[in-house]
């Protein structure tokens, strides 16, 4: 989608509060939140990240650890303190959005993705700005590897053609049947068929809620497929509110494991190098 037009102006109008809900505790990455990538911690890069989405007025950092305020406002950003009991990320949000009733959109950006697009979250948050319907907007990303369709960390969306979410899983979805049944399993449908691969979505967790949604959505208790499947946007679903789907701009890398970490170091590296490659080249001509 292509901010032009009304669209850019509806973009610029919007008026957005970004929240980062950030824990020091991680099970396989202990203080991931200001682990170094690239000289600056990743909680950091986050906030720059949100900060250059245009339609984003304000970044607050949402924690419950003395250590993650200290290096944010170090680096110049806003930081909050909040409940340490606070069971999901979405329940730390929607603490601080509690106290903000001037802003009508709340975005949730995960604290563990650096390299997020900050023409993502504005797409995102245009969406909802000129939806009559949706709740929540939220994004996806192609698959293309079976490995990922397997992977039950790998949250699997499937929408209709208008972009409307209809559910959220860990196992592979929607079920390829003629597939399984032609090869025998999903595994070998998988590897016989690699075409399959791409008619599977990868979710991404930005999420942009209506704030009175939000507000709604942290007094539900939880859902029986939420438990289930382990995943909080389940609740949504199940009461009823309509989430919109956007595809990512740009493929984005969840911090998780240590391997997730060194590729996004490699790849901020990378950028790093192709910016000054790029300044040189400037120079030169």
Aim: aromatic fraction near 4%.
């Amino acid at each position: 989608m292509e901010l032009t037009g009304a669209h850019t102006s509806k973009l610029f109008q919007t008026k957005a509060v970004a929240i980062i809900p950030a824990r020091f505790a991680s099970s396989r990455l202990p203080g991931k939140a200001l682990l170094d990538i690239g000289g600056k911690a990743m909680i950091c890069r986050v906030v720059e990240q949100a900060i250059a989405a245009r339609n984003v007025s304000r970044v607050i950092v949402a924690t419950d650890d003395d250590r993650i305020v200290s290096a944010v406002t170090a680096a110049g950003f806003e930081a909050v303190i909040t409940r340490g009991d606070h069971v999901s990320g979405t329940d730390r949000l929607a603490e601080v959005a509690a106290a903000m009733d001037d802003f009508d959109i709340i975005v949730n950006v995960q604290g563990d993705e650096p390299l997020i697009a900050p023409e993502t979250i504005e797409r995102a948050v245009a969406t909802l700005a000129e939806s009559n319907t949706a709740g929540i907007v939220t994004t996806w990303e192609p698959i293309d590897d079976a490995s990922d369709v397997l992977n039950p960390a790998v949250v699997k969306i499937v929408m209709d053609e208008a972009g409307r979410a209809h559910y959220f899983s860990r196992a592979p979805v929607p079920w390829p049947r003629d597939a399984v049944r032609q090869f025998g399993s999903i595994e070998k449908a998988l590897s016989g068929d690699p075409a399959l691969v791409s008619s599977f979505r990868k979710h991404t967790g930005l999420y942009v809620y209506r704030r009175d949604v939000l507000m709604e959505f942290a007094s539900w208790p939880q859902s029986r497929l939420e438990r289930q499947e382990s995943l909080e946007q389940l609740r949504a679903l199940e009461h009823g509110v309509e989430i919109l789907a956007i595809e990512a701009s740009t493929r984005s890398i969840g911090v998780d494991t240590t391997e997730d970490l060194e590729r996004v170091r490699n790849t901020v590296l990378s950028l790093a190098k192709d910016a000054v490659s790029g300044s040189e080249s400037r120079v030169s001509g």
